[in-house]
């Protein structure tokens, strides 16, 4: 159960936007009170190993791993002696890391299992750099969200680095082995150990540079292969004006643990294997912060840039999991109790260097506490960026480094799977016992049992003095509560409320900071109040809101207030809602507190459940009348006729039980029965296996329709119309208009001056009644030129052409014009963009607001990530509503751009490539997809077969496919070369002499 308040303020909606994903709603960043000026911009670079033990390292007095350039940095800078971590497990580490706020704050939850992925309106340390003109790179692990969209690994939701802030990105979606890091040693690399069993990982598990996996597998040291591209960054932006941040994420020593051969033998072979292992890959690792250390006085750049070195958690295995003495994961924790997974020390206390020569004085140790949660709060003072106005667990440590200050002042809290510490200067709080974290036991103080320890003099946390100090316990459990009070209202949006962020240094010109999703077209009237209620059981249980259903509806409504609230729990009968039962009062309750003062304009209820009621013939027969009784309820209680209601229908996962079907049907029934009601079909979204539940991306498919049924009940009763990317029907492709003229001006002219007029043109759109002429037209259109008409028929300019066209076709269909790629490529980019302004332009009776581009992918190889979001950026600039893409040659992500794609039917079979369907279907923005035979090099092929064997095609393989598979087949009609109206079927076929062109008709409209 949650409830979840959030807010678009309007005062940005001025700023420059830039896509960089797909996954989320608006980070609201915009200009606000200047802080203290910035007096210099020195370069950052932020590395950190993986499972590596505050134990593991020389300076703190391993007697056998060598880190000598690692205790050279200790001297030469400053050693933090209680440095910690946000959480003691990867991910929420790395997101405190970036954010330096606790990872439950970020929405990633407290629970196993919690989403793991950045909630996209939080602000990350490059988002906040970039802002001042650094240049951001990351290097290595990354782990919190989906790299490729075509891969999924254990994430279920796209955010990439590049999406995150980074320019540059060379990232592994999660560990890869820490010798020859595309081979997966097999149970021998893992925590308990094992046997040696070899294989070779999937090359969208290994590491991605800017959203694309690498051609071939990387054999060596991944601790080396990520410094390579780490300090080819470095030494491209050394030379310029342009400071530069630099995130490096070493994937050593976490396993699967595969040793150095060079360090093994060099200095371990008198070791046990096992150890040999482990110790050489730490000592990889350092071996890389030396190769950095070097490069940077090479380069005559080490006087004025940052660097700091850190673990991510205490060593492997988690606690819980027992340590295998033979196994090849052998950290250290030092004095430490327990290892990661824990809130005890050794799960959250690890290494913490910082060098900056002639800032930092060497040889200073910092017995304060301090945190990875630290680093955006310093960087932001040090760049004298103010904050966006919200909780932050970190504090600004410069004082501290700089010895100007001896303690910290502020306490660090800890929670994690129900378990919570508040840790200061020499006391810390714990409440150790981990539960599922899917309760309220974190907030539950008083069932807690908490311990005391004085880290000062007991480190290793042997000894509880919670009854010696009862007064201290009092004192810290009423901060610590207070504390995690502020980390649940963060965790359920609050901070995104009326959020305005600073990020403008002063006397300095405001800083546009990116955002991480599409600027969206309102649904409806601005300044409204919209609630949204979710109920039901286990899928609804299930489904997390802020995946896809939140980001959906702020896209829709992006200036209005939104207000979520859900109550859902599995395995219950709809007698717990109705007559007003348990699960709906908590429902209820929670409602009236969301929205108490509040004018709400408009409440949407989506409801999901019915499969425990299907297992009882009492409750099958009398659940039409419960469901109806629900709905009544709920106008009742909140004083409302006008509440929209979408009903998620059951599965086909049991089909043939009667019950179920009965179910089913009720579903149906009750929606189309009821105006402000819609059912939601959910057959597809259970996985293959068919199962009752859902998948991670069925779940996000599930937001995804629940919150454009509810944009579309909300859109008609405002009066307002709503519609997906394109009008959905048939689609047609004829290019009358695509030749450029050979004068300066470069119009498009007529493409069959000797075969076809206008006339002919439109009685072939009257004969399919199309919604879609899509690549109509291609390139510049003079709107007064005059185009070809039959003999005898008035003259007829582009301009009424066009008008002709579309009036010709459906009642809603519009003209999709392409944009060639390659023009800019081939040196013709003011063509391109003159184009681009000119089809927008055009005055027609329905605008051209959707284009279609051609060559994505080739354009994206040739010119880069950061050219293509700008080209994108412009399109939207220009006021194209919907961006479509050609993904001939291959899947490349869009940004969060592209709302629909066109893929190719394989040429060589004539089946449909359902894999490359089944990867746009992953990307979370695209919600259509089209099949066309390409033009010229499949309809070659095309033309190759006979006649009959075309019309087959069409009809036996493609029409099918299209109804079960849920495309859309862009039907080919007349090309230079090519032309359905003249090419005849033979008489005795199962056509019976039927042209193509009416093979087509028939099939577009039967009957």
Partial sequence: MMTSVFRTNKSVQHLTRTLLGVASVVAVLAQAEAA?????????????????????????????????????MAKAGARLDRFYVGAPLCIPSRAAFLTGRNAVRCGMGNERGAITHLRSEEVTIAELVKAQGYATGHFGKWHLGMLTPDYRGEK???????????????????????????????????AVGGRSDPQPIDLRAGYIHNGKPLEEPLEGCPAEIVMDRALSFIRKNASGDQPFLAVVWFNPPHTPVVGHPKYMAEYYSHLPENLQHYYSVVTAVDAQMGRLRETLRELGIADNTLVTFASD????????????????????????????????????????????????????????????????????????????DRPYDGINILPLLTGKQQERGRSIGFHFRDALAWSG?????????????QTDAATDFENKRFELFDLSTDPGESQDLSAQHPDVVQSMKAELKEWVDSVEKSRVGKDYEDATSATTPAAAAPATMPTKVATAVPAAPADKTRLFLLSGQSNMANMDPDVSFMPELRKA?????????????GGRPIARWVPRGKIYSELLEKTKQAIEGKKVDSVTFVWMQGERDHQEDDTTRTYRDNLKTLYQQLTEDLGREDIHWVIGRLSDARLGTPN?????????????????????????????????HCPPEGYAEMGRRFA???????????????????????????????KPLNDQNGFAQWMYPDQYTAQDILELIAGLKPTVLERFITGKQNYDAPVPVREGSPPMTVGQFLNAATEAGAPDCVIIPKLNLTWITWGREAYFWEAAQNNFDLPLDRPIRIVNLDNWLDYLNKHGEDAARKLLQRLKDIGYEQIGVNMAGGYREGYGYFSFADFLINSQTWEIRLSTLEKLKNDPHINQYYLYIDYPGQMNNFMQLSVDQQADVITKTIRPAEKEHGFTFVYPILFDAWDATRQKTSSDGPYQGATLYEVIQASTNPG
Avoid at 313 to 329: H, K, Q, S, T
Avoid at 425 to 437: P, Y
Wanted: aromatic letters at 6%.
């Fill in 425 to 437: 200067e020499r006391f810390k709080l714990i409440a150790a016992e981990q539960g599922r974290g």
């Fill in 708 to 738: 454009q049924a509810a944009i579309d009940l909300i859109g008609q009763s405002a009066g307002t119309k709503t519609q997906s990317a394109v009008p959905e029907g048939v689609n047609i492709r004829i290019i009358p208009l695509a």
């Fill in 557 to 569: 409504f992006p200036d209005d207030e939104l207000i979520m609230v859900k109550v859902a729990y």
């Fill in 36 to 72: 203290e000026p910035a007096v210099q911009r020195p370069n950052i670079i932020l590395c950190m190993a993986d499972d590596l033990g505050w134990g593991d390292l020389g300076f703190h007095g391993h007697p056998e791993i060598k880190t000598p350039n690692l205790d050279a």
């Fill in 156 to 190: 279920s939701v796209l955010m990439t680095p590049g999406m995150s802030g980074f320019d540059e990105w060379f990232s592994s979606p999660s560990a890869v082995a820490t010798h020859h890091p595309y081979i997966h040693p097999g149970p021998i690399g893992n």
């Fill in 313 to 388: 958690n205490g060593p492997g295995p988690p606690v819980g999991r027992d340590r295998n003495p033979d196994a090849r994961l052998q950290g250290s924790t030092g004095p430490f109790r327990e290892r990661k997974a824990s809130l005890y020390e050794g799960g959250v206390r690890v290494p913490g260097l910082v060098e900056w020569p002639g800032k930092i004085q060497p040889d200073t140790v910092i017995t304060a506490p301090c945190s990875t949660l630290d680093y955006l709060p310093t960087i932001a003072s040090l760049l004298g960026i103010k904050l966006p």
């Fill in 660 to 692: 179920w079907d009965t179910i089913r049907q009720i579903q149906v029934d009750v929606a189309e029965e009821h105006p402000l009601a819609s059912w939601i079909d959910t057959d597809d979204l259970n996985g293959p296996n068919n199962e009752v």
